[in-house]
């Protein structure tokens, strides 16, 4: 499982054709895997909702505030 701020978020596994006793190296690469995945998601996430709020501001008319 990915536990992120203490909460459950998505499940990454591994799986081999026959049983077997996964090494320590392979279980940190596996989670080191799923780490980067949910860095990549958030990433990818944050990038969509900038794109989406440039597209707003865009579409908006401009908003000039003057102060005297």
């Known amino acids: 499982?990915?536990?992120h701020d203490g909460?459950?978020?998505?499940?990454?596994s591994a799986n081999h054709?026959?049983?077997r006793v996964w090494a320590e190296d392979e279980i940190a690469l596996v989670a080191q895997t799923g780490a980067r995945i949910w860095a990549a998601l958030e990433q990818a996430r944050t990038l969509a909702r900038l794109r989406e709020s440039e597209e707003q501001s865009a579409s908006s008319p401009p908003r000039t505030?003057?102060?005297l």
């Open 65 to 67: 505030v003057w102060f």
């Open 7 to 12: 909460r459950f978020v998505a499940l990454f």
């Open 17 to 19: 054709h026959e049983p």
């Open 1 to 3: 499982p990915l536990i």
